[in-house]
């Protein structure tokens, strides 16, 4: 038996038990065999092998472990507690200790996960000693194992027997589940919440647990000696897992149920047909490798603080105070935003506001609470999702003046000082004529990947929202007065509304002699320009680009486009140019900068307002949108990546009224890529 990790075409940890020839999903493993070695041929790393796989004999759930390490047996003899011939598992992210308890079903290995320890440390390793002694072994190595994240910790039987879940057998439709000790009373079916689920088998890194669906509890039945609990339900589907959770489940003594979940992993049922499916499923693959990153505009990367309206905020390196873990202890660095400050001038911390209007679209959060801590996230500025460190708090929606708090279907929370992914797919209220005609909605919140609501309707803002009206668009607001708070990754993946009509090419990028109809400064500029495939890229030394597209001199326009850009690459766009003087253009120049040295960042509007977060990752495509329109205040420039509006600036001065739009290409080294050019001239 051996432990892998989550990883390209691995959507969570598996627990193998190998066998001689088998294929257990990785492709690159299939270099090594004869059929490929005959032929020469490597394994993609983006196409499912045609090859039969083994299934994992067990599937470790992510929220309990991310980075498992070794596996040992239970071979004590009883030294070690009650759990002989069961499996403990180190486990580094999280830094538990699990417990795995497998059976044979129709000759192969398949069983239960429980939880036996927890934050011990960054347990990399597991071994018993002659004495019945587990020790576990720590190391980080960087990958943010849980502290402390080095040395040994030593895990002995007290003698006293615990209630503990001890192993699960499997039945055609249910469970039969072992005690250590006797039960008071059969929990009801009302106290056992049963869901399956399954994973998504492609190269991306890891997967989601999809299809999850609730399973009803039919009945339940106790042993006459209380030790052994039957659940039926109505029905099990195999080549899934299932999750069982007990809620106030005591000991015949009153003593409460240690660890109260199991995830079995059901490979086959003991009867029916066997099945030739498998618990990660081959599903159509992501986008391709590097563009992970398409779509999501980053609000904390580079200048952490630029995107957001704040007070007493900072980038600093923060753990976990020991000396008083109700706080953070910070230094100089960049690991996260935090709001206890850094020193004794700090600003009385406020909540943390985004600048920018959003609306629907995939909401991601990384946070870090510590003891006792709690604090709100307003998608909107007004639906709350509430994050504490206390059980079953964190993920809670808050209440509104028509609705309840809503629990979190699952506690995924590991505890105050770890870091937690939140993820919300979010729609907006919709509006006509005035009126609302739909609600706001969560399609989806998951908190590390565990899904913890699904399609929640809000009818309105939560009481504690700090704005109370309802609107399309709203900034994302992270409540920063409760308690210290740490923050890091703050991204946004908006929805893109259609364009509408009229607009035209601004180079015909059908047609690979388009560029005959376009101006270059200097003239020995047309060298660095190419289109190809739909695609134009500019590169070289520098160059502009004069489009053949003119409007009249102060004409009022619309740009679209798609663009990507090289690491260290810097280029740009001018409306209402022409060409100064010196031979420069002079006119509204639009700053496309993902990552060289110029402080002026994608969005900017140079000379007239600067945007200084890094939101476009390099080489990722993105969508910008720019307008430049007449108005009684001055000439209006607003540009928008991904349909978010980043600059809405007014030039009073009315500085340029030029014809021409030019593309630039900055320097040697770097490059950019047009696609989907279009222009349009409209009025305001």
Known sequence: FITDNQGDWMPAGPLFHIQAGNFYGHPASLAWTDEYRRAGRQPSTMEPPERERAPAALWFPYKWSRSAGNLVADTTGGAFGPFEDQLFVAELTNGHVLRVALEQVRGEYQGAVFLFRQRIGSAARVH????????????????????????????????????????VHLLQDGFEVSFTTPLAVAPTPAQITLTQYDYDYWWEYGSPERRTRAIEVTSTSLSDDGLVLTLRTAGLTPAMVARCVFSDVVSEDGTPLLHDEFNYT?????????????????????????????????????????????????????????????TFRVQQGNNALVNVGSGPASSPASDYVCRYPLGDGVYHVEFMLPEDGRTTVWIQGRYGIELADAPGRTGTLSAGPSRAASAPALDVYHGAGQWHALDVVFEAPRFREGRKVSD????????????????????????????????????????????????????????????????????DLTDDDALEACAFWPEDGEDGWEIDAGTLTGEGPRSLLVTPFAAAAGADIELRARCRLDEGADAGLFLRASRGPTGEPEGYQIQLNCSFPDPDKTGSVKGLSSVKVQLVSPGTWFDLAVTCRDSEAGTHIRVALGGVVVTDVIDPSRRFAGTDVVLEQHHEGGGVEFRDLRVRTSAE
Do not use: C
Request: charged fraction near 20%; avoid cysteine; hydrophobic fraction near 40%.
């Open 266 to 326: 059901i490979n086959q049922l003991p009867e029916g047909p066997p099945t030739t499916a498998h618990v990660a499923k081959q599903a159509a693959p992501p986008p391709p490798k590097g563009a992970e990153n398409e779509g999501w505009l980053r609000l904390s990367y580079g200048d952490a603080l630029d995107a957001w309206e704040s007070t007493g905020w900072d980038l600093v390196d923060a753990e976990i105070d020991p000396d008083d873990r109700s």
């Open 440 to 507: 706001a909605r969560f399609v989806l919140v998951s908190l590390d990947e565990i899904t913890i609501h699904a399609d929640v309707a809000l009818s309105g803002p939560s009481s504690n929202a700090p704005l109370q009206d309802e609107s399309p668009l709203g900034p994302l607001v992270i409540g920063g007065t409760s308690s210290p708070l740490a923050l890091r990754t703050l991204q946004v993946k908006p929805v893109i509304a259609e364009d509408g009509p009229d607009f035209v090419p601004l180079i």
């Open 128 to 167: 018993f000693t002659s004495d019945g002694t587990l020790f576990a072994g720590f190391t980080n190595r960087g990958w943010g194992g849980l502290p402390p994240s080095h040395g040994l910790a030593r895990l002995r039987y007290t003698g006293a027997m615990p209630f503990e879940m001890q192993r």
